[in-house]
C-alpha cells in the first residue's frame, strides 16, 4: 500500500486556470512539503508546511494534519508551471514522497 | 550557497563495474538523505546520515550498495558490480536538522550502466 496518494495524476489547464492538486497520506507526519519538477530537473521545494495554511506568490497549501492531507492550490496558472508536483511527508526522519501530478498548461 | 552539489552529473558505467556518487551537502545541514528516482518507480529513499552518522539504510539494496560520510561537508553512494537495473538519477538531499525543517535536493547524478 502506498503511503502518500496524489490527485490527479496528470492534469491540463488553460493559461491562467486555477489548479487544485491533492495529498492524501497513510503514515503518522508532522511535516509536508511540496515539490516541483521539470522533466530532467532538480528536484525544488515549493512549500513546507506542517500544518494550516502556507501562502508563496500564486501557491498555497493547506495541510490538516489529523485528517492526513494536504493540498496545493495554484491560481492563475501559467505555461510554465507546467511539470510534476510532488508532496512528500516526514515522520521526523525519512521523506516520504507521492507519485506526482503531472501538470500540463496550455496557451 | 550553491545548494547541494552532486558530482558527477552524469556517469556511464560498464555492467560489473564500480560507481561512486559525491555529494556535497548545505554547509551547515546535519542531515544527508539519498535517494533514487526512475520512471517506473518513482522516488525511492536508500538512506540517511545525521551527524554524519548512520541513521536509517532501510532502502538500500542489501548487496552491492553502500553509503558513507566520512566528513561533515561530503557524502558517498558506492555500487559495486553495476547491473542494468541500477541505472536511475539518483539524488542527495540535506536538511539542516531534525526539527523538521525544510530538505533541500541537488540536480542528481544519471548514472547509466550498460
Known amino acids: 500500500e502506498q503511503q502518500v496518494q496524489q490527485s490527479p495524476a496528470s492534469l491540463v489547464l488553460q493559461e491562467a486556470e486555477n489548479a487544485e492538486l491533492q495529498c492524501s497520506f497513510s503514515?503518522?507526519?508532522?511535516?509536508v512539503q511540496w515539490f516541483y519538477q521539470r522533466p530532467g530537473g532538480r528536484l525544488v521545494s515549493l512549500l513546507y508546511?506542517?500544518?494550516g495554511t502556507k501562502q508563496s506568490g500564486r501557491l498555497t497549501s493547506t495541510t490538516v494534519i489529523k485528517e492526513r492531507r494536504s493540498s496545493l492550490h495554484i491560481s492563475s496558472s501559467q505555461i510554465t508551471d507546467s511539470g510534476t508536483y510532488l508532496c512528500?511527508?516526514?515522520?521526523?526522519?525519512?521523506?516520504?514522497f507521492g507519485s506526482g501530478t503531472k501538470l500540463t498548461v496550455e496557451p | 550557497n550553491a545548494g547541494v552539489i552532486q558530482t558527477p552529473r552524469h556517469k556511464v558505467t560498464g555492467k560489473g563495474q564500480e560507481a561512486t556518487l559525491w555529494c556535497e551537502p548545505i554547509?551547515?545541514?546535519?542531515?544527508v538523505f539519498w535517494y533514487r528516482q526512475t520512471i517506473v518507480q518513482g522516488l525511492e529513499f536508500l538512506t540517511y546520515?545525521?551527524?554524519?552518522?548512520?541513521?536509517?539504510d532501510s532502502g538500500m539494496p542489501k548487496e552491492r550498495f553502500s553509503a558513507q560520510m566520512p566528513n561533515q561537508s561530503h557524502s558517498t553512494l558506492k555500487i559495486q558490480s553495476t547491473q542494468p537495473q541500477d541505472s536511475a538519477v539518483y539524488l542527495c538531499?540535506?536538511?539542516?536538522?531534525?526539527?523538521?525543517?525544510?530538505?533541500?535536493f541537488g540536480k542528481g547524478t544519471r548514472l547509466t550502466v550498460v
Open positions: 538531499a540535506s536538511r539542516r536538522d531534525r526539527t523538521n525543517t525544510e530538505v533541500f
Open positions: 503514515i503518522f507526519t508532522n511535516q
Open positions: 508546511n506542517p500544518s
Open positions: 512528500a511527508l516526514s515522520n521526523y526522519n525519512v521523506l516520504y
Open positions: 554547509s551547515g545541514h546535519s542531515a
Open positions: 546520515f545525521r551527524n554524519q552518522a548512520p541513521i536509517d
